[in-house]
Every structure is written in C-alpha cells, then in structure tokens.
C-alpha cells in the first residue's frame, strides 16, 4: 500500500507521488500547481511523536511524503525550541492589561542553517536523492536560497539561485560557500522569477514553485506536530512576518489533515496575525482595503502591489501573488495583518538583545514588532498563548547587526 498520494487542490484528481509530480512538471493535468499529500499511516503513531525528544524534522519521517530512510538528509533542522518570553509576558501585562504568554520559536537554533527554511530544504534534499534529481533551481531573496544550497549541497546536488540585484551581499556569500551558483538578475524579485523560469525551460532543470510548494507546505505543516509535542496543544495566536506566507498555508493544510484523520480530533486554526514592515506592505494594504470595503465577492484576487524601500531583502515580495490564499485564510481564522515600523527594528532588537542576550534577524523583529502592534491594536487577549514564529537570527544581516551594535 502507498504510504502517500498528492491530490490536487482544484480538481481532487490523484498524482501518485513526488516522482510522478516531478515527472508532470509539477502541475496537475488540469493546470493547478497546488496539491496536498494524504498519507496511508496510522496516526495514532503521530501521539506518540509528539511526546518526549526530537532532533530533527525527521521524528516524523512517519508523516513525511518519503519512502527511503536512507535518503534522509538531515543538519539538526526543525524541532527547535519554543521559548516563553516572560519579558514580553510582563509588557503586555505592564502597558495593557492582558495576562498572555509569548513563546517564541528559536529558528536561529536550527541545525542547517539557522531559519525556518531548513525544514523546506531537508525535506527537497530528501526526495531529490529518493527521486535522482540532479540539478535544482530556485529564484529567492535569502533564506529558502541558503537553505536549499546547504542541503543540496549535502545530497551532492546542484543548485542554481536567481536573486534581485539588491539581495544582501551575505547571503550571496553564504550560498558561494556551499559550492552553489548565485546569479543577480538586472532588476527585482519578479526579475529573479522570470529568469529561473527561464533557465528551467531551456534546460529542463527542476524549480521550485513557491511558496505553495508541497516539499515546503509538507515540511513545515510539521509545526503542528511540534506545537503538540512542545506546548500540548496550538497556540490561539499564530504571528509571523509574511512575504509570501508558506507557514500559514501548511499550518491550515497540518490542522485539517489531523481533524480529518483522527475522529475525535477539534484543532482550531489559531488567529493569524501576519506582520510586515512599513516599507514594502502590500497585504496590510490590501487587507485594509478589503477590510474598509466590507470584503465584497473576489476580494481576495483584487490585491494591491507595492514599490519596496525596505533593507530587509527578505521580506521584499511587493507583488504578493498569494494573497489569494493568504488572504482567506486569515479571515477564516479571525486574525488580521499588522504593519510595523521598519525604523523601530533595531532598538527593539537592543531589547530583546538585553533581555535575551543574542540579536534576532531583521525578518524577526518583524515579527516581534507585530506582537506589539498587536496587543496595541488589542488584537491579543487575556489568557492566551500566543505563538511568535521568529524565523532567523542575524548570523547573515551584518548590516544590522551593526546597526543594532552600534548603539548597546
Ligand atoms: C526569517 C523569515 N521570516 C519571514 C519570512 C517570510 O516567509 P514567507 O515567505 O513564507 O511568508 C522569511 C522568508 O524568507 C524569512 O526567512
Ligand atoms: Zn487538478
């Protein structure tokens, strides 16, 4: 019996598994480039996961769309400690009245590379090998790029990424470092996309589609897992900085699979409270629109663009083609976006710098910066518990680590 299939997200039909996707062109024959796995097992095993010790995202190898133990590729990624804050606890409690409890998860202490795109990248370097996939291409403002080029590294696999011309200079560096290709495209993100969806046609090179990528939705619907092995239950308040928004996806894609796998099984979708910085917000934006609008039939498709002025080359998607999926399922959750100040990053970072003696990335600062937007927008509620996914430390962002520095 087949441990998984994918089925795809418009018109339910099944694709036998990754080597049958990868064979399609990564697209349904109906044109969909979204599909979700269902898997075969037995989830009462899952309750036994989600107890005790973990040490990397292949604890739930069980649950994972791979056939071969002996392709594993794995750095230590994932399974990563989710902290309480109590520093964050007694300000909420100070400045607004509202008993809640922050816990933050510590991507920076990802094996691999130190974000939470490890999980995407271990879980691709794991089916490559299973699958013989030789080259790989990707286009990418920073972290997922990092992180594919060290896995890939590992599996022996080539790697190509396409980056906008304003990418930091860090990340080039460190995807050098592993032996990969990073080529700057003329131009931004969306130039860096077209490239590699050139280069893919022309020589028939494997590319990632995005973020609705299943190697990525798969792997990090993994967070529920966590969320039940670590707290014993999900958070009421999921928070992120969001540029295209694969977390938010695969959790609702993790909730509904375990609500419909296990009989007696309730999850509810935790609040989204998706964050961005005021210098490249296009779903603030469009939310705000919606929201002012009352969101009329096929709100979700009319999203606005922006022109970016942010340093965070990460979070710089300023045409946020998932909104579309994004959108609703922030709704459906009953959460909202905030806007951040990108100008108040890094004294918040001297903060958390003082009270937990180590410098987060800008992307998570981001995150936290909305944690505070929102107990101020009185989006955060007495009792509960609120789920910070801080994606990176600063390990890449010399420049702000410098900025922050500068002034401790
Ligand atoms: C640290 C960090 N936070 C947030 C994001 C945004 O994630 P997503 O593109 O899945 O919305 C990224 C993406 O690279 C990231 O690296
Ligand atoms: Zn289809």
Redesign the pocket.
């Given at each position: 019996m087949a441990k998984y299939h994918l089925y795809c997200t418009e018109c339910g039909r099944e694709i036998e598994d990754f080597g049958q996707w990868f064979l399609q062109g990564q697209k349904c024959a109906c044109g969909c480039a979204r599909v979700e796995a269902r898997y075969d097992v037995d989830y009462g095993k899952l309750n036994e996961l989600c107890h005790g010790r973990a040490d990397n995202l292949f604890h739930y190898f069980d649950f994972l769309p791979l056939h071969r133990r002996e392709d594993v590729v794995t750095l230590g990624e994932g399974a990563v400690p989710m902290e309480k804050w109590e520093f964050l606890a007694d300000y909420a409690w100070q400045k607004y009245g509202v008993k809640c409890t922050p816990v933050v998860t510590r991507?920076d202490m990802s094996g691999g590379t130190g974000?939470?795109?490890d999980q995407a990248a271990a879980l691709g370097a794991s089916l490559f090998k299973e699958y013989g996939v030789k080259e790989y291409c990707i286009a990418?403002?920073?972290?997922?790029a990092t992180a594919f080029s060290r896995y890939l590294s590992e599996a022996g696999i080539a790697f190509k990424v396409f980056m906008p011309k304003d990418v930091n200079p860090d990340t080039v560096a460190a995807i050098r470092s592993h032996g990969q290709e990073a080529i700057i495209v003329d131009g931004g993100y969306g130039a860096a996309k077209k490239a590699a969806a050139e280069y893919s046609a022309a020589t028939g090179t494997l590319m990632t589609p995005g973020?609705i990528d299943p190697i990525?939705v798969e792997s990090k619907r993994t967070l529920v897992f966590e969320y039940l092995r670590q707290l014993g239950r999900l958070p009421d308040v999921y928070m992120?900085?969001?540029?295209?928004?694969?977390?938010?996806i695969a959790l609702d894609k993790g909730i509904r699979e375990l609500n419909g796998a296990i009989d007696s099984c309730r999850l509810q979708l935790p609040r989204m409270i998706?964050s961005q910085q005021d210098t490249c917000d296009p779903m603030v934006r469009s939310w705000e629109k919606h929201t002012s609008e009352g969101f009329p039939d096929g709100w979700e498709k009319d999203y606005v663009s922006v022109t970016p002025t942010t340093r965070i080359s990460?979070?710089t998607?300023a045409n946020p083609g998932?909104y579309p999926i994004?959108g609703p399922l922030v709704r459906k959750s009953g959460g909202s976006f905030v806007r951040v100040a990108e100008e108040s990053l890094a004294e918040l970072a001297r903060w958390v710098y003082r009270e937990k003696g180590f410098i987060p990335?800008p992307?998570?600062m981001?995150?936290i910066a909305g944690f505070l937007k929102a107990l101020e927008s009185g989006l955060i509620h007495d009792g509960e518990l609120v789920s910070i996914?801080?994606?990176?430390g600063s390990i890449r962002s010399s420049w702000f680590r410098q900025e922050v520095i500068k002034e401790i």
């Open positions: 991507s974000t939470f795109k990418s403002t920073g972290n997922s973020n990525r992120q900085a969001v540029a295209g928004g694969t977390a938010p998706l990460i979070l998607a998932n994004v990335g992307a998570s981001v995150c996914n801080m994606g990176e």
